[in-house]
């Protein structure tokens, strides 16, 4: 029977010892995922002649000969018992090359010392170090060659020899699991290749010789057993290409078919809502917030849904653009609803909102559009706090249509939630929330309506998606006047333990100065985190997640206690989280705004919406348990009213790890586009499209969004030409089919409702 890329693995990796590491362990079940599974990098195989050019720590690869090996005994320092290593040198070239191999075990040593016996020849994967003076690698990975003529190992000896004698200048580096090694990878992938038929290319051939890229076979053999770096970036440029262009094919159709759905346009004209409310404005819009403003009217007019990306400095003025937007869909007779991650935004937006139309909003019974002899609309707040007899009014009047503004969190998606007619929906911060959530509140309404979600830093999935061309995009650059400059510093008390005594002092010399300060903590109490959060995560070099030593984070309830009774003794310090009643929070948030608490101590609950003009200091607990995004965003909550504002990166993140480049990003620059790729750099894309449940292909596997840019732009070219020509792509059959594999995909449902 043929091998072709859908085979089961099992048909070339027989009854290999291997056979289950491979499935269960990496995941791996047919020939086509063997042959996908590249390597993650490359090691040049050293010349040791070039010994004096080695770098300690310098990953090597070496083909040599043992020239001998001894077992030595010495005391482990840390257990104070016997303990053995295997001293071996090794001939590679023309140097020599001391191995090292720890072991607890005498008989383990033993074992070794005869698997290294001198003329034993084989590869070594180590670190480089040096000993003695001497070069050496410590506890390398190893494949030796055995004896042909013994029977017992004489398959395994002549497979290892063929492995080898493939090997050249570079060596693959691949993702492993516990008690596989890179040659038994390269073992499967080197006879899956010579063995699987049927590779056929879903690229058809003139679209690869437009834009320059290998065939698949070559593709995988390049790939696999390169002699040269070229023919590694010859090979990865055709993956990256392969795998853009059929996200780019999804995103066309996607793009073509919500052109073809149809919506009501808002083209204003009923009322004059608008018109009013620019009229009360006591500044001038600048030229960014009027330049988005008519972007965003001409695609209200549209007959087809808009699906826009707002993006923005924090305190560049999206509210107001997006409160324009939506007096254009009531002056149109529709309804617009602004989904906030969190209560305390929620009711942030429907204060400022309210505050913001001034007269133009309707209250209590004042009615509904028309309210004595001037148009009003109702702005409507609903919180999963409110209670029956407290929803019931705003429920009654969203239903209605008396209600053009409707602010809310989750709650509004509930099933009871129903909409007059629903024109636009406002998504504030969109990274918090889930695709579905989006889509439960879109399916609200009779036709589709538009969509304009807003971020203030363009977390990595949204900076991805603007560089795929899902959403169109709209850009604040401009800050209004008033705002002020943000110093933001790294105290770093793994360097300095003895700072943190100076950051309160630095607090108090604040709030003496009649000015407000935050202190922001990880935690809510012990180790409790604020719902729907979690630590950021860092992943080394090869994707590897790192880290870091379990230690006490800092907690809102804990940190509010030590501050009162030390060195805060004496001031007016509040707390603020999630988990407290919706009056007390409101209550506070108050306090805060009025000037009546100096100091207010709180988890993220304040990361967006928050203004508090006289806060001018902002103090982050263990920063380095929080992202790039999360950071800029809660130092935007400073410096809001034209009072220089200060922040405090207080972690034990040590130099060198991804962490502290994070905190060292934040505090180098408040450029929050240059920050977002920051972001995207550290953290990838793993949820660009959301995790694909139906083929390891159907989600980003080899391209990263910020390194190939331009390889995307050219996929994109490439896509719109297709589909140009035939939508259903009648004429590239393969390549249709890895359309619809993706649009089935959960990852689709991501593009489908994002």
């Known amino acids: 029977m043929a091998i072709t890329l859908e085979s089961p693995i099992e048909s070339v990796l027989g009854n290999s010892k291997h ?7 990496l995941g791996l079940r047919t020939v086509g995922d063997l042959l996908y599974h590249f390597p993650r990098r490359y090691l040049r195989t050293a010349d040791l002649s070039q010994t004096p050019q080695l770098h300690e720590g310098e990953m090597l690869t070496v083909l040599g000969e043992v020239v001998r090996s001894v077992v030595r005994q010495h005391t482990d320092r840390r257990t104070g018992r016997p303990a053995f290593r295997v001293e071996t040198q090794l001939k590679a070239g023309t140097a020599d090359l001391q191995l090292t191999f720890f072991s607890k075990s005498q ?32 506890n390398p990975q190893m494949v030796v060659f055995g004896d042909p003529s013994d029977s017992e190992n004489a398959a395994e000896a002549a497979d290892n020899q063929m492995a080898v004698e493939e090997l050249t200048e570079l060596f693959p580096i691949y993702p492993l699991t516990a008690g596989l090694q890179h040659w038994d990878v390269m073992r499967a992938v080197r006879f899956a290749r010579q063995v699987v038929e049927d590779v056929t290319d879903v690229l058809p051939e003139q679209l690869r010789e437009t834009y320059d890229v290998p065939g698949l076979r070559d593709a995988l053999d390049l790939i696999h057993a390169p002699h040269e770096l070229n023919d590694v970036q010859r090979a990865q440029h055709r993956f990256r290409f392969e795998e853009a262009v059929g996200l780019q094919l999804v995103l066309g159709r996607r793009r073509r078919a919500l052109q073809a759905l149809g919506t009501t346009a808002r083209t204003g004209g009923v009322h004059h809502l608008l018109e009013a409310f620019d009229e009360r404005l006591p500044f001038t819009l600048t030229k960014g917030q009027q330049q988005i403003g008519e972007e965003l009217e001409t695609a209200l007019a549209q007959p087809h849904p808009m699906n826009r990306l707002l993006q923005g400095e924090v305190g560049s003025g999206k509210t107001l653009v997006a409160l324009r937007a939506m007096l254009k869909v009531v002056d149109s007779g529709g309804q617009a609803a602004l989904l906030a991650p969190t209560e305390v935004l929620a009711q942030q937006h429907h204060r400022s909102i309210t505050a913001m139309l001034s007269d133009l909003a309707a209250s209590g019974m004042a009615g509904g559009l028309f309210a004595g002899d001037q148009e009003q609309t109702h702005v409507e707040l609903l919180t999963g706090s409110m209670t029956k007899t407290q929803r019931k009014g705003p429920l009654s009047r969203i239903a209605t249509g008396e209600a053009g503004i409707v602010v809310g969190t989750h709650a509004l998606l509930q099933d009871q939630v129903m909409f007059d007619d629903l024109g636009l929906v406002v998504v504030d911060e969109q990274h918090r929330f889930g695709v579905e959530q989006r889509a439960a509140l879109t399916d609200k309404a009779g036709t589709p309506p538009h969509l304009l979600v807003m971020t ?19 850009t604040l ?18 360097d300095h333990p003895g700072w ?8 108090r010399e604040e709030v003496e100065k009649g000015h407000q300060v935050y202190v922001v903590a990880p935690r809510i109490s012990g180790d409790e985190s604020e719902q729907g959060e979690s630590d950021q995560r860092d992943f080394d070099a090869d994707g590897n997640e790192v880290t870091s030593a379990k230690v006490q984070l800092s907690a809102v309830d804990e940190v509010t206690e030590e501050l009162t009774s030390g060195p805060l003794h004496g001031l007016r310090v509040a707390k603020l989280h999630g988990k407290l009643p919706a009056e007390e929070k409101e209550r506070t948030m108050s306090a805060f705004a009025a000037g009546d608490i100096d100091v207010l101590i709180a988890t993220t609950v304040i990361e967006v919406g928050v203004d508090v ?26 410096g809001r009213g034209g009072l220089h504002g200060l922040c405090l990166l207080v972690s034990h993140a040590e130099a060198g790890t991804p962490a502290r480049t994070r905190l060292d990003a934040v505090a180098g620059t408040t450029d929050g586009f240059a920050l977002s790729r920051v972001d995207l750099d550290q953290r990838r894309e793993g949820d660009v499209l959301g995790a694909s449940q139906s083929g390891r292909r159907s989600s980003l596997e080899s391209l990263r969004v ?3 840019e331009e390889t995307i732009l050219q996929a994109r070219e490439a896509a719109e030409s297709l589909l140009e020509k035939d939508v259903e792509l009648a004429s590239a059959p393969l390549l249709a089919e ?7 995909s959960a990852s689709a449902d991501y593009l489908e409702k994002s």
């Not at 040593?109 to 084989?122: F, H, I, K, N, Q």
């Not at 943190?500 to 607090?507: A, D, G, L, N, S």
């Not at 890895?738 to 089935?744: F, G, N, P, S, T």
């Open 19 to 25: 056979a289950t590491k491979f499935t269960k362990g």
């Open 107 to 138: 008989r383990i040593a033993e074992w070794r010392r005869g698997v290294l016996a001198p003329g034993t020849r084989g590869v070594f994967v180590g670190k480089a170090g040096s000993f003695r003076g001497e070069w050496q690698l410590a």
């Open 456 to 474: 203030a830093t363009p977390i990595p999935r949204t900076v991805a998606m603007t560089v795929f061309g899902d959403l169109e995009v709209s």
């Open 477 to 494: 650059t401009e800050l209004p006047a008033g705002r002020a400059e943000i110093q933001t510093n790294l105290v770093s008390l793994v």
């Open 500 to 507: 943190i005594t100076r950051v309160w002092e630095r607090v």
């Open 613 to 638: 003009p006289n806060a001018t200091t902002m103090v982050i607990l263990d920063a380095d348990r929080f992202g790039v995004s999360q950071l800029h965003q809660l130092r935007g909550r400073v």
């Open 706 to 708: 910020l390194r190939d």
């Open 738 to 744: 890895r359309v619809a594999e993706i649009e089935e």
